[in-house]
């Protein structure tokens, strides 16, 4: 009885009473490396100049076909903006290492797909799993390999999978994060707020600011802030003030000194009596502010820190 061979991944099925006294020697080479190959192998193919690339397929011998792993290189424009890569008419998955680089155009491709059946464009850089149901070729995801694009959004259990967002939402984080994230404590969201309990020390940074006529403050950029007066200055308005937020802002003497400070509106001092700067060289002086609206900053100088 002669062999025969898997649908598949072409495996060689020995006949009875075939092979004699080289029965192992296939079972080896035409069952088991193979089936080590279509587990685990992995091979490059290098896409030409043609529309279309045919994937070896042989029975019961070594193929590209069969690999568990197809690595593609080369590059796709020019004549051709779009080559296949065809497959056997068989039920298999592979994974896809797309590495072609396209020379013209961002419609340049790559199509995984059957001869007579649909095929799959694998973006460029993309590794994932495509596989094939014997008719065409399809992605592990309909829409793109992995999680899938925004547009088909679909992840997650929820009506809507992945659920509309703004940056207001507390997931988003501000960019400028990127050491130290670790919140220690217990979180809670209540009433659109953001608390945290905890025993850990909280730092928030000194910003220094842009020594001017005219000193500019963003609140945004954090509470506590520093500046080193270089003549006679104008503390303008902070943009971006929220109701509730508290910091300092030191104001330190150049080695010249006898430098002065006025206020813009906004600050709102206690009994309307505007603070003086110590004037001597290097004197450093803190004003304790809080946010009582986005126009109305309340305010206290301490002066002289020294020893």
């Known amino acids: 009885m002669a062999s025969t061979f898997t649908t598949n991944i072409r495996l060689n099925k020995q006949g009875d009473g075939d092979n004699p006294n080289s029965w192992g020697d296939v079972l080896n080479n035409g069952v088991i490396s193979l089936t080590d190959q279509a587990i685990a192998?992995?091979?490059?193919?290098?896409?030409?100049?043609?529309?279309?690339?045919?994937?070896?397929?042989?029975?019961?011998?070594?193929?590209?076909?069969?690999?568990?792993?197809?690595?593609?290189?080369?590059?796709?424009?020019?004549?051709?903006?779009?080559?296949?890569?065809?497959?056997?008419?068989?039920?298999?998955?592979?994974?896809?290492?797309?590495?072609?680089?396209?020379?013209?155009?961002?419609?340049?491709?790559?199509?995984?797909?059957?001869?007579?059946?649909?095929?799959?464009?694998?973006?460029?850089?993309?590794?994932?799993?495509v596989y094939c149901d014997s008719a065409s070729v399809k992605a592990t995801n309909t829409k793109g390999f992995n999680l899938g694009t925004a547009a088909s959004a679909d992840i997650g259990?929820?009506?809507?999978?992945?659920?509309?967002?703004?940056?207001?939402?507390?997931?988003?984080?501000?960019?400028?994060?990127?050491?130290?994230?670790?919140?220690?404590g217990t979180k809670t969201i209540r009433d659109g707020q953001f608390i945290i309990s905890t025993s850990a020390r909280a730092v928030n940074p000194i910003t220094t600011l842009t020594d001017a006529a005219s000193i500019a403050v963003d609140f945004l950029t954090g509470n506590n802030f520093l500046?080193?007066?270089?003549?006679?200055?104008?503390?303008?308005?902070?943009?971006?003030?929220?109701?509730?937020?508290?910091?300092?802002?030191?104001?330190?003497?150049?080695?010249?000194?006898?430098?002065?400070?006025?206020?813009?509106?906004?600050?709102?001092?206690?009994?309307?009596?505007?603070?003086?700067?110590?004037?001597?060289?290097?004197a450093v002086d803190m004003l304790v502010y809080s946010a009582r609206s986005a126009t109305t900053v309340d305010a206290v100088m301490l002066p002289d820190f020294k020893r």
């Open 227 to 282: 500046v080193t007066v270089g003549g006679n200055r104008a503390l303008a308005a902070p943009s971006n003030a929220t109701a509730g937020q508290t910091g300092l802002i030191y104001i330190i003497q150049d080695g010249t000194g006898n430098r002065t400070l006025s206020y813009n509106t906004v600050y709102k001092f206690v009994s309307g009596s505007v603070p003086v700067l110590t004037t001597t060289a290097g």
């Open 41 to 129: 192998g992995i091979t490059t193919i290098d896409v030409g100049a043609t529309t279309s690339v045919t994937l070896t397929s042989n029975n019961g011998a070594g193929d590209q076909a069969r690999s568990a792993i197809l690595h593609i290189k080369g590059t796709v424009g020019g004549t051709h903006n779009t080559i296949s890569l065809v497959i056997p008419g068989n039920t298999k998955h592979y994974l896809i290492n797309n590495q072609v680089s396209a020379n013209t155009t961002a419609s340049d491709i790559i199509k995984v797909k059957t001869a007579a059946g649909d095929g799959f464009n694998v973006p460029f850089g993309a590794i994932g799993w």
């Open 157 to 184: 259990v929820c009506a809507t999978n992945v659920p509309d967002t703004s940056l207001a939402d507390i997931r988003y984080l501000r960019t400028a994060v990127t050491v130290n994230t670790t919140l220690l």
